[in-house]
Structure formats: structure tokens, C-alpha cells
């Protein structure tokens, strides 16, 4: 085990092509479940400015960008939980991360329970977040259970 908070962990290769999954991959900008642009691997802001209406990428931009967007995520979850993590937990937390946004994250029952020491309990916090709007949205619900699994491998 390695401790976050006091050791950088990184995205393993598996836990970017979970996160490819989980996102899908969208050449065309889209209005998310709660009608933010997004595209790419789930990008909504380049280089600082929002994903706009028509724009269009390649999948290595994407793949640009799904790097550049991570790496404050990973540098948030580094900084954040304090108990010691197994890869497959920190690749689930930056799928979590990713989707939820970092300060919903620093703000969660999940990284109060993880820093308690708590794990099932931060696992079992994973399906909570399958809302979007105030809505259920099943495929939210799916990723929640799909990284709550590989959190728990």
C-alpha cells in the first residue's frame, strides 16, 4: 500500500483505460445530463476556456487533454486522503474525481471516511453519486458501481 498524502501516486495504465471506458470517447461536443459541453473523454474546459458548441477533436487531443485534466485531479487526491491506498482504489477515486469534481471530493463523506481509515464505508459511498440534476441517470449509476468494484478489488 502506498499513502497518498504522503507518497505522489499516479493513474495506473488500467486505471486510464478505466476512466476511457467510463467516459467514452465523443469527437463532437455534446451537452452532458446536466447540459454542459463537453468532448473528448468528458473534457469540458481547453486550455482554461469551456468546450463550446460544434467543436470537434481528434482522440489524441482528447487523449491530451483527458492527461492535462487528470493530473489536477491525481494532485487533489495526493494532497486529499491521508490513509494508505492500493492502485486499483486511487485508478477508482480518479474516475470518482474526475466525474464528481474535485471540491464535491474534498467536501465527501468518501474522503472523511477513506482518511478515518473507513474503507468499505468511503466504497459504499460510490453509488450515492448517481445523480446528475437531481435525477438518477443509469449509466452514472453503472460507473458508480463499476468503480465502487474496482475500488474494492
Not at 498524502?5 to 495504465?13: R, V
Not at 467536501?107 to 448517481?130: Q, V
Request: with cysteine; aromatic share 10%.
Amino acid at each position: 500500500m502506498i499513502v497518498a498524502g504522503s507518497t505522489t501516486m499516479q493513474i495506473s495504465h488500467n486505471g486510464i483505460e478505466f476512466l476511457k471506458d467510463a467516459e467514452g470517447f465523443r469527437d463532437k461536443a455534446y451537452r452532458d445530463s446536466v447540459g454542459v459541453w463537453t468532448v473528448g473523454y468528458g473534457t469540458t474546459r481547453i486550455y482554461g476556456k469551456p468546450v463550446e458548441a460544434g467543436q470537434t477533436c481528434t482522440q489524441n487531443e482528447a487523449e491530451l487533454w483527458l492527461t492535462a485534466d487528470t493530473a489536477s485531479v491525481q494532485t487533489a487526491i495526493n494532497r486529499s486522503v491521508r490513509a494508505p491506498l492500493r492502485q486499483n482504489q486511487y485508478d477508482a477515486l480518479v474516475s470518482f474525481v474526475y466525474n464528481i469534481g474535485i471540491q464535491a471530493f474534498q467536501n465527501s463523506t468518501m474522503l472523511k471516511k477513506l482518511n478515518a481509515g473507513d474503507y468499505s464505508g468511503a466504497a459504499a459511498e460510490f453509488p450515492r453519486w448517481d445523480k446528475a440534476g437531481g435525477q438518477v441517470i443509469p449509466g452514472l449509476h453503472s460507473r458508480r458501481l463499476r468503480e465502487q468494484s474496482l475500488f474494492t478489488q
